[in-house]
């Protein structure tokens, strides 16, 4: 059973930038692939960024292309979410996960969650 948290949002102006950290309990975290997902008020979870674990393949949903970076460290069990050029549409509760699926975008193909963290972003 992997536990995650993340941690990292707040509140920051358009343009702006903030890094999303997502903690894992496990050792053999490494051993998952691991995305972003996030959801807004009164939409639906949708899927922002994922890093598989062999050759540590990234892609991102084409709304955070070329602004959000997700990456890993293996030996610290973290992954983060730096976003860059934040915008009021990026406003949602931010959410990591951890699976077995090679290259998933459904959070269906994701077996562990955390509880999430809000980011807000004002115009």
């Known amino acids: 059973q992997v536990q995650l948290v993340e941690s990292g949002g707040g509140l920051v102006q358009a343009g702006g930038s903030l890094r999303l950290s997502c903690a894992a309990s496990?050792?053999?975290?490494?051993?998952?692939?691991v995305g972003w997902f996030r959801q807004a008020p009164g939409k639906e979870r949708e899927f922002v960024a994922g890093l598989g674990k062999i050759r540590g393949i990234k892609y991102y949903a084409d709304a955070v292309k070329g602004r959000f970076t997700i990456s890993r460290d293996n030996a610290k069990n973290l992954v983060y979410l730096q976003m860059n050029s934040l915008k009021p549409e990026d406003t949602a509760v931010y959410s990591c996960?951890?699976?077995?699926?090679?290259?998933?975008?459904?959070?269906?193909?994701?077996?562990?969650w955390g509880q999430g963290t809000q980011v807000a972003v004002s115009s």
């Open positions: 996960a951890a699976g077995t699926r090679i290259l998933a975008k459904s959070d269906k193909d994701y077996d562990y």
């Open positions: 496990e050792r053999t975290f490494s051993s998952y692939n």
